[in-house]
């Protein structure tokens, strides 16, 4: 069994890792409609397939964020995380002023970057919160959700150095 809230005070860190994970499970819902978008607009059939494959993983961590919440006893809620809707939106951008051109897939896989980079920070610190609450039903779910964004971002590196960054020079010759 995992603390209840009601053990703690109502704005101590039990509050603070519940709006935390409101927040990742907004940004993860935001995601899952956004992934699609992205492998149909990049233009190599790896870096379509790289969005595709966390599509399928990011419906996984949606499903592992609600077993957390359900841990706590709570509704599974998202809350509007302006940051990831930021970082979304320079997404969109690149998608559409780079439509067609050379350059696309480097900017699809810098601004997926982007994403994981975020996630990365964001379940990082609800695992060391998770620690401090003594919420150990929780941890591995959060920490195989972390090893996934950490691979992602690892792929993304090599899909920028071994092609998409070559392409993009395509521009300028
Ligand atoms: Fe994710
Ligand atoms: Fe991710």
């Known amino acids: 069994m995992v603390k209840k809230s009601s053990s703690g005070p109502a704005n101590g860190l039990e509050s603070l890792f519940v709006d935390g994970l409101k927040d990742i499970y907004y940004a993860e ?3 899952l409609r956004t992934l699609p978008k992205m ?3 990049a233009q190599s059939e790896e870096v379509s397939a790289a969005f595709e494959k966390h599509r399928t993983e990011t419906e996984g961590q949606v499903d592992r964020l609600e ?3 359900e841990m706590l006893g709570k ?3 998202g809350k509007t995380c302006p940051a990831i809707d930021g970082i ?5 951008e690149v998608l559409e002023e780079y439509k067609d051109e050379p350059a696309l897939d480097a900017g699809l896989v810098a601004a997926a970057q982007s994403v994981e980079h975020y996630e990365i920070a964001r379940y990082g610190t609800l695992i060391a919160w998770a620690e401090q609450l ?3 039903d929780a941890l591995p779910l959060l920490r ?4 996934e964004e950490s691979a992602t971002d690892e792929t993304l590196t090599k899909l920028g150095e071994s092609g998409a960054n070559k392409r ?3 521009a300028a010759a």
């Open 29 to 31: 819902k935001k995601i």
């Open 39 to 41: 492998a149909k607009a």
């Open 67 to 69: 077993q957390v919440f």
């Open 75 to 77: 509704p599974a809620r």
């Open 88 to 92: 979304i939106e320079e997404g969109s």
């Open 134 to 136: 003594g919420l150990k």
């Open 144 to 147: 195989e959700t972390l090893k």
């Open 168 to 170: 993009a020079m395509q």
